[in-house]
């Protein structure tokens, strides 16, 4: 706390003490008032009191005096009376609280409970007077109330009397209100007086001391110029003056003496190395940081041969900054920058000073800077930067000697999921391990670099055809070799784009371009494999992106469409379920097969959108149905799921928000998921499914026995149905060991309680077959082709057909 604060505080003190006595004074007032409105009340009920047990007085000469007390009615009169008259309300109550008079006559004969204390019982059973507050619902803010006794002529206590003395509170508080607030004005004006009082004095004393104050930290800086000045006769004054003669004395003596210890000072404590030459080449000063640098230390350094560090300095020392590398005794070697300033007097050279400075770090990270800046940071491999920069080089070194040049283009097949599944740590180790492998099995001269996520470039210098080809072959037997990460197995391949005549391109950016083409095309042919570059793919390429534009909008105008095929029963002969299976009617090429668009949607990742609009269409659809007909309405409709969609954590939710929103029954909805989708994460997978199930959703296997076809998963994923590819329904006629094994897929469906459905029947014996193998569900062209759903509606309930 600070002079001001101390000097403020204290006038705030009295401030503070006057408020409090002007406190205590209105205090003091309003006890006094609410003591005395006391005192009249209970004077007041006394009167009644003594007026209902002893009677009123005789209004004229030998009238007969009767207490109030025993007659109700005289003694509701009085009570009506004095309300009426002197605006006061009293209760009378005998020795058990009973009311024996009241205003209010509903409360006459009931028991008095308004005091929560009992002042009432403890008035009647000890004769003293007390006050309390009656609280009731009517008067939930209380009514000030004083009760006394009521005796008989013999002294005998028959009861009390209750008597509001709000109003005789209210008249005496307010009668001392206006003392009160002169008190408080008076007290107000003090206190601003006092604290102004103090503000102003306290401001003056601290604006010199404050100055004193300023001029003693000036001096501890080493400032002795500064001077207080010296106005006033007291002891503030007198300190000034006193303090103005020492600061004088200082500043004779500093200037003695600070010339020589700044000096000293400056050149010990300096970062940098300083040494001082003389004529003759030879060291004569260096401060610590020049021993310390130089690994020599000062001792070692003083009269040594200036040629030792600098080697210019046989030839005479010039001014200039140079830099070099300085072998210190220990055998270690430092980065020096060092700036000579010769010394010249009278036109005659007197030496030089040299400044040291160990810019060993600053070069490394420098380096390290310029490194990280052209290459990637997970494999330590050159960038896309240094890789243009380099790929520039070379053509223009091609295009002048005819050298071949080379650029292969990699993209990791199968990646995402790796990443997805275990973890981006383990995605991070199998991008290092694909690049040490690929560095392997390429030429020590060949660039390899990280473009970006799971994309490699190589550039080949002096390489033909053949050898391009024999090096991207051999990348993708690097990669095609299997992952072991984080103790488990990963397979993933590549897809090779290759450039095999780059010189005869524009530039790099047109060279990397053409690579990525040829890389999409490889992916889009199967991948695992290189293409070479052609101009037609770059056509290709163009048409997949406008297609790829124009799939992104297909939801929003309103050009998707919903076919249904049908799934019949069997024995029934009728048409137990649909699929639901999506069409794109496309405005320029007409309407496409799921073939010519779902794989762009996927590996865009456009199918989630699409998945969405076919399940809600669906269940819309079927809801429809089953309200307009529903005697031939389907009893389900599947709906299949894509990977992507299967991954997201709110896909319960948007499937309880399709069935909520069409209000389709959840048994009328079947999800169809492939064994690869299925087998990625079983355990992820069955917790999944198994949040749909309790949706009352049913999961199908969709082309089983195309994946994984184990019997264990059957057992470990909840589902429902189990669809049997038609690849199993090809070739089933004629074929006995293909028939055993249908019959045998069909009965072990039956035995774990699965609905089994034959898929691809396009024969009628191929049909026959499956009804003799107990096979119940079946759908193929050969029982219904795909079709819109407003035409399988109108076929199927429209009644000349169904006749």
Known sequence: MNVRQKLFGGYLLVALMVAATALIGWRSTTVSAERAAALEAARLARGVALDIALGLSADTEGEVIAPLYYSPEALGNYLQRMHATQHRDAVVVDSGKYILGDVVEENVASVFDHDLGDEVGKTIDDGESRVFVETSADYPGGIKQVVVPMNTKAGKRIGAVILEYTPIYEQMMASTRTSQIITMVSSAVVILLVLALGFGLSGSLIRRITSLTAAVRAIRTGDYSLRVPPDGRDEIGRLARAFNSMAEQLELSAREILAKEYTDSILANAGEGICGIDPAGRITFANEAAGRITGLGVAGLLQRAATVLFPEAADGLTSGIREGRLLRPDGTTVRVEYNVSSLEKAGRPIGAVVVLRDVTRQRDLEHDLRHQALHDGLTGLPNRKLLLDRLDHSLNRARSSGEHIALLYLDLDGFKRVNDSLGHNAGDLLLRTAAERLSAVLRPHDTVARLGGDEFAVLLEGATPPVVEMLARACLDAIARPFVVHGREAVVTVSVGVVPDAARYTDADEVIRNADVAMYAAKDLGKNRFMVFENRMHEQLLTRLDQENRLREAVHRGELRLHLQPVF???????????????????????????????????????????????????????????????????????????AHLDLPDLTDHVAYALATTGLSPQCLVLELTETVMMRDVAVTSARLQELRELGVRIAIDDFGTGYSSLGYLRDIPVDVLKLDRSFITGLVGNGRQQELVSAIVQLGHTLGLRVVAEGVEEADELSLLTVMGCKFVQGYHLGRPEPAHQLYERLTTPALNS
Do not use: Y
């Open 569 to 643: 029963a069997v024995q029934e002969g009728r048409v137990a379920g649909a699929e639901a299976l999506v069409r794109w009617q496309d405005p320029f090429r007409g309407l496409q097969q799921p073939g010519s668009f779902i794989p762009l949607a996927e590996e865009t990742g456009m199918i989630i959108e699409i998945d969405r609009w076919i399940l809600l269409e669906a269940c819309r659809t079927l809801r429809h149905w089953q309200v307009e007909s529903p005697w031939t309405a389907p009893a389900w409709v599947s709906v299949n799921l894509s990977a």
